[in-house]
Nanobody, 120 residues
Framework: QLQASGGGLVQTGASLRLSCAAS????????MGWFRQAPGKERVFVAT????????YYTDPVKLRFTISRDNAKNTMYLQMNSLKPEDTAIYYC???????????????WGQGTQVTVSS
């Protein structure tokens, strides 16, 4: 089970840190990811991190602004979001998958989402 939190309403240029808490004893075995869904649009990949945290990937619009990380001892993943823009407004979902296949799709487990709203 995944629980995302940390969203909110901020102004352009502000920062937020999202958290995703996972239950269970096998968190460190899973690839974790963040996705987002803007109003009227499909859910899209944002960032992912390998099971041991050694590799990360980002979608181009968030590169150099967002940082994904994880603490396997706490069963928690994070998304540090800096220099937020209005186009970052979306519901952010955390997700998990067994570390096989493409890193940007086919995730098996999903959290409930947390709303991020960036005002101009």
């Amino acid at each position: 089970q995944l629980q995302a939190s940390g969203g909110g309403l901020v102004q352009t240029g502000a920062s937020l840190r999202l958290s995703c808490a996972a239950s269970g004893r096998t968190f460190s075995s899973y690839r974790m990811g963040w996705f987002r869904q803007a109003p009227g649009k499909e859910r899209v990949f944002v960032a992912t991190i390998s099971p041991n945290g050694g590799s990360t990937y980002y979608t181009d619009p968030v590169k150099l602004r967002f940082t994904i990380s994880r603490d396997n001892a706490k069963n928690t993943m994070y998304l540090q979001m800096n220099s937020l823009k209005p186009e970052d407004t979306a519901i952010y979902y955390c997700a998990a998958k067994w570390p096989v296949g493409d890193y940007w799709r086919e995730y098996d487990y999903w959290g409930q989402g947390t709303q991020v709203t960036v005002s101009s």
